[in-house]
T-cell receptor, first 114, second 112 residues
């Protein structure tokens, strides 16, 4: 049973560029959440998608946007990259209304902005 | 607002030692509580959870009890192994929001 798949695993971008990260949820899951984990910190919630709509959003600027496709996969887009956007970006999938059973996380995309 | 506070690491132990990693929380309503583990170079794995007061979550020899009176969810293991070396995150979610709120993580290093 495939878990959550993220691509790419590593990425290096220049300040001001734009980046797109991709996520395929665990089979049977319909909700995708994105988290940013800075070095040495706990993950911070960016936003969550369900039924192709952004359902919740954390305290992140509009430069961070996302999308969910009919097959439940998702993309995270970041525009006008800043050095401070360097982090591990984690995708997590779950079943709507069943988050108390826990999310399944992917291995993440390591983004480095230079 | 909701938050999680974990003891700072690193926690350094010898193999077979007893482990405690402290976690306290602040939340409105009745949160569900989780421990996640992150091995080097990997994403987060759910270790255990508890969804109501006095529940005990357990997995792979790890345990944590949801203590409402002390707003705590401390992680314990009676005998750690070198393979337990990882970063451990305490987290919560509440009924009215599906997002997880994490602590800053505690690095555990176990030496033979």
């Amino acid at each position: 049973d495939a878990g959550v798949t993220q691509s790419p695993t590593h990425l290096i971008k220049t300040r001001g560029q734009q980046v797109t990260l991709r996520c395929s949820p665990k089979s049977g899951h319909d909700t995708v959440s994105w988290y940013q984990q800075a070095l040495g910190q706990g993950p911070q919630f960016i936003f969550q998608y369900y039924e192709e709509e952004e359902r919740q959003r954390g305290n992140f600027p509009d430069r961070f946007s996302g999308h969910q496709f009919p097959n439940y996969s998702s993309e995270l887009n970041v525009n006008a990259l800043l050095l401070g956007d360097s982090a591990l970006y984690l995708c997590a999938s779950s079943l709507a209304e069943s988050v108390i059973y826990g999310y399944t996380f992917g291995s993440g995309t390591r983004l480095t902005v230079v | 607002g909701n938050s999680v506070t974990q003891m700072e690491g690193p926690v350094t132990l010898s193999e077979e030692a007893f482990l405690t990693i402290n976690c306290t929380y602040t939340a409105t309503g009745y949160p569900s509580l989780f421990w996640y583990v992150q091995y080097p170079g990997e994403g987060l794995q759910l270790l255990l959870k508890a969804t109501k007061a006095d529940d005990k979550g357990s997995n792979k020899g790890f345990e944590a009890t949801y203590r409402k009176e002390t707003t705590s969810f401390h992680l314990e293991k009676g005998s750690v192994q070198v393979s337990d070396s990882a970063v451990y995150f305490c987290a919560l979610t509440t009924y009215n929001t599906d997002k997880l709120i994490f602590g800053t993580g505690t690095r555990l290093q176990v030496f033979p």
